[in-house]
């Protein structure tokens, strides 16, 4: 059974930073590419960053490039978010994501709230 569990969300001020974890089980994490992504209240749930199943490839959203970036630790079945000069438009709930064949796993979701 495929079970994402997100985590490190929070509440930061404009221009701090958050790393976000998503904790993977009941697959074979490795052999996956991983995803981030966010929907803000209203919105469509948009991909934030993806990496390829050893890391070496990366992908970012326009709006993020430059500041967030994605990895992960296959022996620790982990991938990461960090999350660095946090906007207020970065204020979402953040959802760890495996896609294969059409079929999405999401985890429950990250709040991260960027105000002063």
């Known amino acids: 059974q495929v079970q994402l569990v997100e985590s490190g969300g929070g509440l930061v001020q404009p221009g701090g930073s958050l790393r976000l974890s998503c904790a993977a089980s009941?697959?074979?994490?490795?052999?996956?590419?991983m995803n981030w992504y966010c929907q803000a209240p209203g919105q469509e749930r948009e991909l934030v960053a993806s990496?390829?199943?050893?890391?070496?490839?990366?992908n970012y959203a326009d709006s993020v490039k430059g500041r967030f970036t994605i990895s992960r630790d296959n022996a620790k079945n982990t991938v990461y978010l960090q999350m660095n000069t946090l906007k207020p438009e970065d204020t979402a709930v953040y959802y760890c994501?495996?896609?294969?064949?059409?079929?999405?796993?999401w985890g429950q979701g990250t709040q991260v709230t960027v105000s002063s």
């Open positions: 990496i390829s199943p050893a890391g070496i490839n990366t």
């Open positions: 009941g697959f074979t994490f490795s052999a996956f590419v």
């Open positions: 994501n495996r896609r294969w064949l059409g079929i999405d796993y």
